[in-house]
């Protein structure tokens, strides 16, 4: 695939000329935020206000708002809930490149989100695909009354009496004020929410998107901009108008013109679900740390759930409340429901459809001619606190808050409560989001995505007063889990109250959250969350972790929106958590495959007939890691392959040769191999087929005593984006923290960065808890100390733990990236020159790394230092800055050993030897078993040692079976261990049938 380099194709849904997605985004927290959450938070201050003597209403307001940052809130609302899921999704970010499905699914989003407005509703909560808008009745929050089992202003107790809905003399407005302020608004939101869900599924349904592409190779000449015309071209068509099984919408044209291109369309359907139901619910905000959570909770949410699961594509389902309200006005004021075709589904859920039925500006002034127009003034969340922190200004004797006029005041001051509750109001935008506020990002990232099941489905008190308790445990569940997270640098991305139970998603890999080793990370943060809820709240979890490339960006319209995380892998992490027991762990293949063998082991967990797939899906469940408390067992089959090759010749002739060749060069330089050197760096690139042992190889090189014991090891991050410097961000952080004016960067930063998640991983690195170098100490050569700052950009996303300078602004930005190579070059080798110790830089896949990357290990081995480089690789011909990795200079290219059949068999017996200590293993030494093992193993490393402990844990089974079976007390051998010299040949048997009846992959 070939995209027009100059421009891109427009679509149903594509830009006008000079048009920008980032022009009109609302970057305030009006957009992430709806206003149900915004008044939510001002009552629950203002109550807290009002409770305190007017002249101590200022300590009032700032003691609420701490308050709040550790217990959140709750309040009941009554309104029409409308819940649209979009079915298609994942197909497109499969089949589009990202910034046309960023295109694509916000402008579709848009056209949802407008009619929701349009209707004088908003939207509360994003779900993925799917998202959730409210029409609250206004003021109905304000009453305490306001309770679920027919008392009070209840939204499932329909109060249609003529003096309630105004049917009788002139009167009866007032009367219905008086007898039931809420019940004719709230009806009149119903109507509105479902013939908005008519408006969307007859508008947004079978939505096609479609894309022409040119597929073509360009020849040189076609690259060039003046080859391509600039004029729309004849090419343009339109979807048949005759085909009334799909919906038309709109036109596909070629912005550039190629006579000798080859065109490939690429074409979508997107298609909406909706349901609707209606009642009392609660919102619901939960804090931790530096993010915080709303959602809804109540049986509105159970219904508008089984609502939308029972409609079909471009299908309305109302719940069986919302369908009696619907008859009742029609029998008594509005002639409505007499245009709509009920047809009963199942338990008195309805399917409701309008034949015919009219535009939506026809369906609007429905409620103009009624006087039903939307009442809501629309005030922001920054007039909203200001009017708060005004009104409590007013009744403030003593001036806590100041003398100074309220429009006069900083609203940026730290120690101002405006300050504050607009802080408080980000904490709900995703971390990842918050350094690039006002623009829409999109990229496709390598993650590592968390889905959390919590067994915690608890109904709505039958009063308001019992709200506390709710309110309780999910800030105390959100606490938890939240620390087990951000602990570890991950982040959260939602924490959600629906149909499927109460669940939190978080994930590790995006801005702000990269971490060395992101699979064992994850399960560990999973393990700690599970253990803490079973210990402190007898709570039981099943958590889904999958890693994959997927779409990360935010996900709506301009003027509301989510960051999301969109793409088959995440959708796989929250099948795995849904099919998974209490108490369990699931993980998808990918990560298993990355994560095992260094500091996890999984057992196979069978398979998974899941949605979306055609063939069952297999699932892997951690079983034990290097904390678990096992002993010696805990590092088994990784400790037998890297202990394996540490006594190979191999790796102990490379040990004696780097040694060799560091104090020849020590010697001939007149410095002892500890001093400070300089010397020319020097890498080992050890080539290998994946699966062969590349990683155990070096690692087994690296754990040698007599390097790891003189040398500063320096582990670079395993390649999973193209992200800036991306292998080397561990290093780079590992070095800065170490000095002095670094540590006291962050301390200064500490209050105006407090909810950037970079300084949270900062605060975390273990490296923070040892000794600094003295103050004063030079980070580099003084030439480069005034471009330092460039690390900021392009490692640490903006991030200013470098102070920033002139010179460096001054740059260009095609000189900023050489320059910023040269720093980081610097920078390594300064810290060695300081550590006075040669060190070592393992780099696994080096063949993948980001160009960056690339460009930093070239400068590396360019400049003087006593440092050996060494990683593994595939494919040689993969060049850094041009020049192919075994044509580097210093460069010495070794070949892991290739397994055969003989070290297979070899590493089989080495594993077996950690179970079954023995001396002579010559018994099982048959030709069949050598060939059945290689046969199973495919020569692979650690599927070699999994064999042969899956073989051990079977045989153990076996023998303690055996031994309960014939209760034989006086048996000299012991269970699962033979005694030397007792290699029998029903041992060799046993292996024999394991071998013979295990599948051709053995891990089934």
Same mark, same amino acid.
């Given at each position: ?5 100059w ?14 997605l980032?022009?009109e ?15 939510q ?8 206000v009002e409770?305190?003597p007017?002249?101590?209403h ?12 550790s ?29 046309d ?11 949802i989100?407008d ?7 908003e939207?509360v ?7 959730y ?5 206004s003021?109905?929050h ?18 249609f ?13 007032t ?8 019940s ?25 998107v ?15 901009p003046?080859f391509?015309s600039m ?29 000798? !291109? &080859? @065109? ?5 359907? #997107?298609? =909406?679900?909706?349901? /609707?139901? %209606? ?6 905000d939960?804090v931790a ?12 949410l159970?219904?508008?759930?089984? !609502? &939308? @699961?029972?409609a079909?594509?471009?299908e #309305?389902v =109302?719940s069986?409340? /919302?369908? %009696?309200y619907?008859?009742?006005r ?8 007499t ?9 008195g859920f ?10 939506v ?7 103009e ?10 005030l ?13 200004h ?37 971390e ?5 506020v ?14 959390i ?6 109904n709505l008190p ?13 800030q105390?569940?959100?606490s938890?889990?939240?620390?087990s ?35 064992e990370?994850?399960v560990?943060a999973?393990k ?6 079973l210990?402190?709240m007898?709570?039981?979890c ?20 989510e960051?999301s ?10 099948r795995?958590?849904a ?5 369990q762990?699931n993980?998808?293949?990918e ?10 082991f ?14 069952p899906?297999p ?7 290097k ?30 040769d ?20 300089q010397?020319?760096?020097r890498i ?9 042992g ?13 390097l790891?014991s003189?040398?500063?090891i ?23 923290l170490s ?25 975390a690195?273990?490296?923070i ?6 103050r004063?100490?030079?980070?580099v ?9 460039l690390?900021?950009g392009?490692v640490f ?14 740059l260009k ?6 320059k ?5 070059s ?8 300081l ?6 830089i ?7 790394i ?10 590396i ?6 440092l050996l ?9 993969v060049?850094?800055?041009l020049?192919p990795?075994?044509s ?15 070290s297979?068999?070899d590493?089989?017996r080495w594993?077996l ?27 692979m ?8 402990h ?6 153990q ?25 007792t ?10 049938t394991?071998?013979?009846?295990a ?5 089934e």
């Amino acid at each position: 695939e070939s995209l027009a380099m100059w421009g891109s194709c427009s679509t149903a849904m594509s830009l006008g000329p000079g048009e920008s997605l980032e022009q009109e985004v609302d970057s305030s927290v009006n957009a992430i935020v709806p206003r149900t959450l915004v008044r939510q938070l001002i009552d629950t201050l203002q109550n807290d206000v009002e409770s305190a003597p007017p002249e101590l209403h200022g300590n009032a307001l700032r003691e609420s708002i701490v308050k709040y940052k550790s217990e959140g809130s709750i309040q009941r609302h009554r309104g029409a809930l409308l819940f649209v899921d979009i079915s298609g999704f994942t197909h497109l970010s499969q089949n589009y490149p990202v910034e046309d499905f960023k295109n694509f699914i916000n402008r579709y989003f848009t056209k949802i989100i407008d009619l929701v407005i349009s209707f004088g509703g908003e939207v509360v909560k994003f779900a993925g695909d799917a998202l959730y808008a409210l029409w609250a009745t206004s003021g109905s929050h304000c009453d305490d009354s306001m309770n679920v089992d027919g008392s009070g202003t209840n939204g499932s107790e329909i109060n249609f009496d003529d003096d309630a809905i105004g049917i009788g003399d002139d009167d009866s407005e007032t009367t219905a004020n008086n007898n039931d302020g809420h019940s004719l608004s709230h009806a009149t939101n119903i109507e509105k929410c479902t013939l908005c869900a008519i408006a969307i599924k007859a508008t947004c349904n079978n939505f096609k998107v479609s894309k022409f592409y040119n597929t073509r190779q360009m020849s040189d000449k076609a690259v060039d901009p003046n080859f391509y015309s600039m004029q729309p071209p004849d090419l343009s068509r339109r979807f048949s108008e005759g085909d009334n099984s799909l919906r038309i919408q709109g036109e596909v044209l070629y912005n550039f013109q190629d006579k000798h !291109a &080859e @065109y490939e369309e690429r074409g979508a359907a #997107l298609n =909406v679900y909706c349901g /609707v139901s %209606e009642g009392v619910m609660a919102g619901v905000d939960v804090v931790a740390s530096n993010r915080a959570e709303f959602f809804l909770v109540g049986k509105p949410l159970k219904d508008v759930a089984k !609502a &939308e @699961y029972l409609a079909g594509p471009g299908e #309305l389902v =109302v719940s069986p409340s /919302v369908y %009696e309200y619907l008859q009742r006005r029609e029998a008594m004021m509005s002639n409505l429901a007499t245009k709509l075709v009920f047809a009963h589904v199942e338990s008195g859920f309805q399917l409701v459809s309008w034949p015919n039925h009219p535009t939506v500006d026809e369906m609007l002034s429905i409620f103009e001619d009624r006087g039903e127009k939307n009442t809501d003034n629309f005030l922001d969340a920054q007039s909203l606190i200001k009017e708060l922190v005004q009104n409590t200004h007013k009744t403030t004797r003593s001036t806590e808050i100041g003398d100074i006029p309220l429009e006069n005041t900083d609203l940026a001051s730290e120690s101002s409560p405006q300050s504050d509750l607009l802080s408080l109001l980000e904490y709900h935008r995703h971390e990842a989001a918050r350094d690039v506020v006002g623009r829409f990002t999109a990229e496709l990232r390598k993650v590592v995505v968390l889905f959390i099941s919590i067994k915690y489905e608890p109904n709505l008190p039958i009063s308001s007063k019992d709200d506390s308790v709710l309110l309780e445990n999910f800030q105390r569940i959100f606490s938890i889990i939240s620390e087990s997270v951000s602990s570890r640098s991950g982040q959260v991305r939602q924490f959600i109250n629906d149909d499927k139970g109460t669940v939190f998603i978080a994930s590790f890999c995006l801005r702000g959250s990269v971490v060395l080793h992101p699979s064992e990370t994850a399960v560990e943060a999973a393990k700690e969350a599970q253990n803490a809820l079973l210990e402190t709240m007898e709570m039981q979890c099943s958590v889904g972790i999958s890693l994959g490339k997927i779409f990360c960006g935010e996900t709506g319209s301009f003027q509301r929106y989510e960051y999301s995380l969109l793409g088959p892998s995440v959708n796989l992490s929250a099948r795995l958590m849904a099919k998974g027991a209490w108490g369990q762990i699931n993980c998808d293949e990918e990560l298993r495959n990355h994560a095992k063998g260094r500091r996890l082991f999984f057992k196979n967990g069978g398979f998974h007939k899941l949605k979306g797939y055609e063939m069952p899906v297999p699932f892997f469940v951690p079983i034990r890691d290097k904390n678990d408390g096992q002993g010696e067992e805990k590092d088994e089959e990784q400790d037998d392959v890297v202990t394996y090759f540490m006594q190979k010749a191999e790796v102990l002739g490379l040990v004696d040769d780097i040694l060799e060749k560091r104090e020849q060069n020590c010697r001939g330089n007149g410095t002892s191999t500890t001093s400070e050197t300089q010397l020319r760096p020097r890498i080992i690139i050890v080539e290998g087929d994946e699966g062969r042992g590349k990683n155990a190889f070096i690692a087994a090189t690296m754990n040698q005593t007599a390097l790891s014991s003189t040398s500063v090891i320096m582990e670079a991050n395993r390649c999973f984006h193209d992200d800036p410097f991306y292998c080397f961000i561990p290093i780079i952080t590992m070095i800065l923290l170490s000095f002095s004016e670094s540590r006291d960067r962050l301390v200064s930063l500490k209050k105006r960065q407090k909810g950037s998640s970079i300084l949270s991983s900062f605060l975390a690195n273990d490296v923070i808890h040892t000794p600094p170098f003295p103050r004063g100490t030079a980070m580099v050569e003084s030439r480069l100390k005034p471009f330092l700052s460039l690390v900021n950009g392009f490692v640490f996303k903006g991030f200013p733990l470098l102070k920033s300078s002139p010179e460096a602004k001054r740059l260009k930005d095609s000189e900023k990236v050489e320059k910023c190579v040269e720093v980081l070059s610097s920078l390594i080798v300064r810290f060695l020159e300081l550590k006075e110790r040669p060190g070592i830089i393992s780099v696994c896949e080096m063949d993948s790394i980001d160009i960056y990357s690339k460009k930093l290990l070239h400068s590396i081995l360019s400049s003087d230092g006593n440092l050996l480089i060494i990683g593994g690789a595939e494919d040689l011909s993969v060049t850094l800055d041009l020049e192919p990795l075994s044509s580097l200079e210093g460069a010495t290219v070794i070949s892991s050993p290739r397994p055969d059949q003989k070290s297979t068999f070899d590493l089989f017996r080495w594993s077996l030897s950690r179970q079954f200590p023995r001396e002579d293993f010559k018994a099982i030494d048959s030709p069949d078993v050598v060939d059945k093992i290689f046969q199973l193993s495919g020569g692979m490393t650690h599927a070699t040692a999994q064999l042969a402990h899956t073989f051990g844990t079977h045989y153990q089974r076996e023998q303690q079976s055996l031994d309960q079976d014939e209760n034989n007390d006086d048996l000299d051998i012991q269970v699962g261990l033979p005694e030397a010299g007792t290699m029998t040949m029903d041992f060799l048997s046993r292996l024999r049938t394991f071998l013979d009846d295990a599948p051709s992959d053995f891990e089934e």
